[in-house]
């Protein structure tokens, strides 16, 4: 069944946000579905320049992702960093052969030169993907996490020190010469956009820096288009990832009001999860429409189910923005 009403944006992280867009892309036609993806997490690794949130979504989309992680190829091999470790290289950072493919035709596009929209896209249509998967920005944008341990790079604090550190700030490198890519802000003033969702990504590593590209919280806000996001957080916990950790050294209590109140005028709507109805159903609690559902995405049933949800709720909105 297709969504008769317009045409949707998200804006995602890596794997708790891929599984809802391919939720919403089993609804929509592809024409109708534009994710925006964070690019804070890219970094150059061996030479090679990675992109590990649009690689999570494409591989989603295509079919090809690991479904034990979530992210890589599904069937990977690993000749690559067998080799790697025997010439005595860094292998903090896993990359399977399959996986190493992409990275190379990357590398060799973006050379030519090309965008890192351009790039995407080509990709995509090597991967016969139709959803429109667009980056943030063309300009590199990387998040860097200060933590007790000193300043690091997302991927070393992430990956290899496996998000021990104790975060005490995070920043956004790059982010004052970087704009939204042409084909983002195209997307968010479409005439026939009928809804903005925000997926169930971390909301300050992905989340945060997609909105702190200059000129795209203004973008947002522009949009007729009603705004709701999916809260990552169920009944105090993460999901996946180490959402619940920053926000309780951040000093955040984790709960999905938290997340409600850090997107704050932002939204127009807010998706929570049944175990935490106490939380947010009440008006005075979070001052905006509510929508309470089963957000927890196991299956592609799963992943249909709350994207059906979240249109629902979307057309139930009434968007009375001022100039």
Not at 121 to 140: E, K
Not at 220 to 237: D, M, R, W, Y
Request: hydrophobic share 45%.
């Amino acid at each position: 069944m297709n969504f008769q009403h317009g045409n949707i944006v998200a804006l995602t992280g890596g794997v708790g946000g891929a599984k809802l867009v391919l939720g919403l892309s089993q609804i929509l036609k592809a024409t109708q579905l534009t994710a925006i993806v964070n690019t804070g997490d890219d970094f150059t690794h061996l030479g090679l320049p990675i992109s590990p949130d649009l690689d999570t979504l494409m591989y989603t989309l295509a079919g090809l992702v690991n479904p034990d992680t979530g992210w890589g190829c599904n069937d990977e091999t690993w000749s690559f960093m067998q080799a790697l470790e025997q010439l005595d290289a860094e292998t903090w950072f896993r990359i399977g052969d399959r996986d190493l493919a992409t990275h190379v035709i990357r590398a060799q596009l973006l050379a030519e030169p090309a965008t890192l929209t351009q790039v995407t896209q080509a990709l995509c249509q090597r991967l016969s993907i139709h959803t429109r998967i667009l980056p943030m920005s063309d300009t590199p944008v990387r998040t860097q996490v200060v933590t007790d341990c000193g300043r690091l790079d997302f991927q070393h604090y992430f990956v290899r020190d496996r998000a021990e550190p104790v975060v005490k700030q995070l920043e956004y490198a790059g982010v004052d010469n970087a704009a939204p890519s042409p084909a983002a802000l195209t997307a968010l003033q479409d005439p026939d956009l009928a809804g903005i969702v925000i997926a169930p990504s971390n909301p300050y590593l992905s989340i945060d820096p997609i909105l702190a590209v200059p000129g795209m919280r203004a973008a947002l806000q522009a949009a007729t288009a009603p705004i709701v996001a999916v809260s990552p957080i169920v009944g105090g916990a993460a999901l996946k990832g180490p959402a619940a950790k920053i926000m309780r050294e951040l000093g955040i209590e984790p709960s999905a009001a938290a997340v409600s109140r850090h997107y704050g005028d932002l939204l127009d709507g807010f998706i929570a999860d049944e175990h935490d109805r106490d939380m947010v159903s009440t008006p005075d609690q979070l001052n905006l429409p509510v929508q309470i559902c089963d957000t927890i995405m196991h299956t592609l049933d799963d992943k249909i189910r709350l994207a059906r949800a979240i249109l629902d709720f979307i057309q139930s909105i009434d968007v009375n923005r001022t100039e």
